[in-house]
């Protein structure tokens, strides 16, 4: 069914589901897994209040984080994993490395770590389902919004 797996991660409790959940389809198919963080390009501000180096410093912290603990799910299962942090539209770098992977479906939680930024950027999540060209599994939480 599934040649390779996708899961793109912010370590958001939503994406977080979504890893164990990619790493678990991962070793059932017995297929690669590959990981993807994405540095949001659309938030950067330049302003005397915000660092705009502090703000990419502490985003490629916390992709590396996420990453590495996909790594260690993956690790635990003896399931193959390889990872990357892209710099983009978040929507826009998912798609890519899916196609770049030639990734079978793509696995991604349900809503990210802001919703706030999710408000004013859109979802990413519905931009991924919309536009993708091959299957998107959504792993979301029970919890109502």
Do not use: C, K, W
Request: net charge negative; aromatic share 2%.
């Amino acid at each position: 069914m599934y040649d390779s797996i996708l899961v793109a991660t912010d370590g958001s409790d939503a994406a977080t589901d979504a890893v164990d959940h990619a790493v678990e389809l991962a070793g059932q198919f017995d297929v690669p897994l590959s990981g993807v963080a994405v540095l949001e390009s659309r938030t950067d501000y330049d302003n005397a209040i915000v660092d705009p180096e502090e703000t990419r410093r502490r985003q490629r912290e916390q992709a590396e984080r996420a990453l590495s603990d996909l790594e260690t799910r993956a690790e635990a299962v003896d399931v193959p994993v390889e990872t990357t942090i892209r710099t983009g539209v978040p929507h826009e770098e998912i798609l890519a490395a899916a196609e770049e992977r030639d990734a079978s479906a793509v696995v991604v939680g349900s809503r990210g770590r802001s919703s706030f930024t999710g408000a004013l950027l859109g979802s990413t999540v519905d931009a991924i389902v919309r536009l993708a060209n091959r299957p998107v599994l959504v792993v979301g939480d029970e919890a109502p919004r």
